[in-house]
């Protein structure tokens, strides 16, 4: 397992196995340290239950623990996790869309295994895109993604068990909106391990095209 100031991580979100909620010295507002359920089911047994969000103090200490919050206002903490809270959910959504047609093939939904924050690893889609921003700056955002995740899936099989597959999540910021409110979208795909997770890019994004070109409704 690998350690981070000392502390051995959590192998299953790359966390300490304990995040502290206590008020940090110097801290001047007293943030919430309730936690918030996710909707992601939790490894292989539904016993497991469903992920966890940290607190809103949690997520303080843990951006002191790394270093990053100096710049971050502690009446914006709360904004930040509700913002956390809100891009996962999204990219579970997505990862469902996804797994769509193996739900509908063995009746049974996905769960997640584990997962990893690699802000500083751009991934190679990440990298492409700013090499063609470079060429096609109206097309391509010039800007990298502020963060990265690695998710491990548990795909239902054939043997009334799972497959593992990892997904890449790069989020980015977008322009804001008309309420000046930042935006943010996220590219979610399976990582392009094997063939398996080859094809399903190839028909998840080639059947929308496919369709319309065949004049199949799109609603």
């Not at 009446?75 to 913002?83: F, G, I, L, T």
């Not at 990893?116 to 990440?126: I, K, N, Q, V, Y």
């Not at 063609?132 to 109206?138: A, D, G, Q, T």
């Not at 590219?187 to 094809?199: E, Y």
């Amino acid at each position: 397992m690998k350690k981070d100031g000392g502390e051995t991580l959590n192998p299953l979100n790359n966390m300490p196995h304990v995040i502290s909620d206590r008020k940090m010295p110097g801290q001047k507002l007293d943030l919430p340290t309730e936690r918030t359920f996710s909707t992601i089911p939790r490894g292989e047994d539904e016993n497991e239950g469903v992920w966890e969000y940290p607190s809103p103090q949690q997520m303080f200490n843990a951006m002191l623990r790394k270093g990053k919050a100096e710049d971050i206002p502690e009446d914006a903490v709360e904004s930040m996790v509700d913002v956390h809270n809100f891009l996962n959910e999204g990219a579970w959504q997505e990862i469902l869309e996804w797994e769509r047609p193996y739900i509908e093939k063995f009746k049974k939904h996905p769960r997640l295994a584990q997962f990893t924050g690699r802000p500083d690893d751009l991934s190679p889609r990440a990298r492409m895109y700013l090499q063609l921003s470079k060429v096609f700056p109206e097309t391509f955002n010039p800007q990298p993604p502020f963060d990265r995740h690695d998710w491990y899936v548990l795909r239902p099989n054939d043997k009334d068990g799972w497959d593992q597959v990892r997904y890449v999540i790069d989020y980015y910021g977008g322009p804001d909106d008309e309420h000046g409110m930042p935006t943010f979208f996220l590219d979610v795909r399976p990582g392009l391990d094997n063939f398996t997770n080859a094809k399903d890019r190839f028909v998840h994004w080639s059947k929308p095209l496919w369709d319309k070109a065949m004049g199949k409704d799109q609603s």
